[in-house]
């Protein structure tokens, strides 16, 4: 097991031309998705989750490439709250994600990332 961040900003540039060959999933209160976890279960590998400003439960990433990124146009960071706010977790050889503009909220003391039996890099 792997701790990537303790809390704070986690910002990470994506390269534009990937974004501009993925399916978009949208979360948000008038979105398609209420929670980020539902986007990400129905995303498929290099699929991205644009995420509205707000607060959102924790989320669990398994066993696919996907970028969870901030809407910019309805504000500049989304919140997850949770211990640990995020998992990533049976990643293959290959496969990444990538979250953008999230700030990460502890509700207990733990790690806000968390990544678990990666069998790549």
């Known amino acids: 097991m792997h701790t990537l961040c303790r809390g704070g900003f986690l910002v990470v540039a994506m390269a534009a031309a ?19 976890q539902a986007a990400v279960q129905a995303a498929v590998d290099g699929d991205v989750v644009e995420v509205d400003a707000g607060s959102y439960p924790a989320f669990t990433v398994t066993g696919k490439s ?33 979250i953008a503009n999230a700030r990460m909220t502890a509700t207990a003391t733990g790690p806000a990332i968390v990544v678990s039996g990666a069998s790549g890099s």
Do not use: W
């Open 18 to 36: 990937a974004m501009a060959q993925a399916n978009v999933l949208r979360v948000g209160a008038a979105q398609p998705f209420a929670t980020i």
């Open 66 to 98: 996907v970028a969870v990124i901030a809407n910019k146009a309805s504000g500049a960071t989304f919140v997850v709250a949770g211990a640990p706010a995020i998992t990533v977790t049976g990643l293959q050889t290959g496969q990444h994600v990538t």
